[in-house]
């Protein structure tokens, strides 16, 4: 029955006949409905002022003659998709047969393929069309299900534009993956600096552990370097770790850098190598799917480019994933057998496991190498200061015993008389001599006086006070007296200073 006016539609996703045939439908008792005709027109009729109404009117109109067939939710997220893309349906038709990687991601390719309507979503699509529909009233997502479902093998397309994109993503992560195992492997087997460290720590162990069971090993295993610095002292600040690194320090400061030798067990420390294994045999296995799936790309249109960009990726890819696996088998050999070598399980060991004790005791060891670095700085520089502390107060207790000494003077004035005797002479002078001079001629001075001598019985002269002689006849005796004794030192001291010779005058000097 068909109703006599356009109705308001009641949005359901209608499943397809031969679908229904196997469902709940198929068991629903058979019940005579009977309707209202006129009061259904009336309740969900649409009024005739309502189609004639503009604005927000207008768009609900619109809105409602719009047709979802598609599962709603993907429906909506394929045009949400399109939104963003800024594209519309025969833009994304051909950026997907190009497999144009500048206008799709990885990420929108892998939504397409998860919002592409089932089997029986297209079947609801071809037979809204094939009762003569308008397309332009279905939604956005179903035109661009409907645009795009006469591509042979859409879904194919999508999944190895997918696979194409994912291998170039990630064989640069995996490639250097394996190199650092490999290189991990190789170093370690050649170091002889680590060779020597672990020598030394055996011998280390051997002593601490003597009189135990633990005594006399011949070798241990990679894990027990880690326990280093877990080894206590009595000494609260001194580990077995940092005794160790003091001791290489001081006896063999030719293994310091024995770490750089094996630079490479940092970075393979991080790897698995069954992850590793895992993830080369998935991109084989997808690299086998796409080659299955190539001949269904028929081309169907001019600018169909699927088919010669995957026959050309395919060869690139399986050269390359022929040669992840070549170096990975031999990557995997070299380092079953460096841990078979330091005594490791080879069947059971794995890189994160062996390589990451080895990793975590090259972290601590040089940790320790920088903690012990910067404890002798302070120590020097404490001592320096200490040093020059004391190098003050040594300098401030001679300025308080000698000042003018201190000062870099000297107590006694040089008089005249003796520098122009030293400018004549061409001689340095004796201090001694002069001051004979000064200390005769004081001492002529004090003798005009007159000191009174002891009397008998005294233990001592009589110390009396004595006056200057008055007159001229006193002054003149006391002149006389000190010219005398002043002429005759003065005589001792010509005496003491060499005489230089003179210089004969030439012939007709005058």
């Not at 179903?142 to 194919?156: G, M």
């Not at 079953?336 to 060891?365: C, H, M, R, W």
């Not at 920088?370 to 040093?387: F, G, M, N, S, Y």
């Not at 008055?470 to 030192?489: Q, Y």
């Amino acid at each position: 029955v068909v109703p006599q006016k356009k109705m308001r539609g009641f949005m359901w996703s209608k499943i397809p006949t031969r679908v229904a045939t196997k469902t709940v439908w198929m068991e629903t008792p058979e019940i005579e409905v009977k309707l209202n005709q006129g009061e259904l027109e009336d309740l969900f009729g649409r009024k005739e002022d309502e189609e004639k109404k503009t604005g927000a009117g207008d768009k609900e109109t619109e809105k409602a003659k719009i047709v979802t067939l598609s599962d709603p939710r993907k429906a909506q997220n394929m045009a949400i998709l399109m939104q963003g893309l800024k594209l519309t349906k025969g833009e994304l038709r051909r950026a997907i047969l190009s497999m144009n990687e500048s206008v799709l991601s990885l990420q929108n390719v892998t939504n397409i393929i998860s919002y592409l309507p089932g089997t029986e979503e297209m079947e609801m699509i071809q037979e809204y069309i094939k009762r003569g529909e308008d397309p332009e009233l279905m939604s956005p997502a179903d035109q661009f299900f409907w645009d795009t479902h006469t591509i042979p093998a859409l879904k194919q397309r999508l999944e190895c534009f997918a696979f194409k994109m994912q291998f170039h993503s990630r064989m640069p992560e995996l490639v250097p993956d394996v190199e650092a195992i490999d290189k991990a492997a190789t170093q370690l087997r050649a170091s002889k600096k680590f060779l020597s460290l672990l020598e030394i720590l055996l011998g280390l162990g051997n002593f601490i552990n003597g009189g135990t069971v633990r005594g006399k090993a011949d070798g241990f295993k990679m894990d027990a370097l880690a326990k280093l610095a877990e080894t206590k002292s009595n000494d609260p600040k001194v580990t077995l770790l940092s005794y160790l690194v003091s001791y290489i320090d001081a006896n063999y400061p030719d293994l310091a850098d024995w770490s750089a030798e094996v630079s490479a067990i940092g970075p393979a420390s991080k790897i698995s190598l069954s992850n590793l294994a895992s993830d080369s045999a998935l991109l084989k296995k997808a690299l086998t799917k796409a080659k299955e799936s190539i001949p269904l790309f028929e081309k169907t249109e001019y600018d169909d480019k699927c088919r010669d960009i995957m026959d050309q990726f395919i060869v690139d890819a399986e050269t390359a994933i022929n040669k992840l696996e070549a170096d990975l088998e031999s990557a995997t050999k070299k380092f079953t057998g460096v841990a078979g070598f330091f005594g490791e399980d080879e069947k059971s060991v794995q890189p994160e496991e062996f390589f990451g004790s080895l990793n975590k005791f090259i972290v601590l060891y040089n940790r320790m190498v920088d903690v012990l670095k910067e404890q002798r700085e302070a120590q020097k520089k404490a001592q320096e200061v200490a040093r020059k502390r004391a190098e003050a107060a040594k300098t401030g207790r001679t300025k308080k015993e000698n000042p003018a000494k201190a000062a870099g003077t000297s107590s006694r004035a040089v008089p005249a008389s003796r520098r122009a005797m030293s400018v004549r002479t061409g001689e340095t002078t004796n201090d001694s001599t002069v001051d004979d001079i000064f200390a005769k001629i004081q001492t002529v001075t004090k003798s005009t006086r007159t000191v009174a001598p002891a009397a008998d019985g005294d233990a001592e002269p009589k110390k009396q006070t004595t006056t200057r002689a008055r007159g001229p006849m006193a002054r003149e005796t006391s002149t006389k007296a000190a010219l005398s004794a002043a002429d005759d030192v003065l005589a001792r001291f010509s005496a003491s200073v060499p005489t230089r010779p003179r210089k004969k005058k030439a012939d007709g000097a005058t």
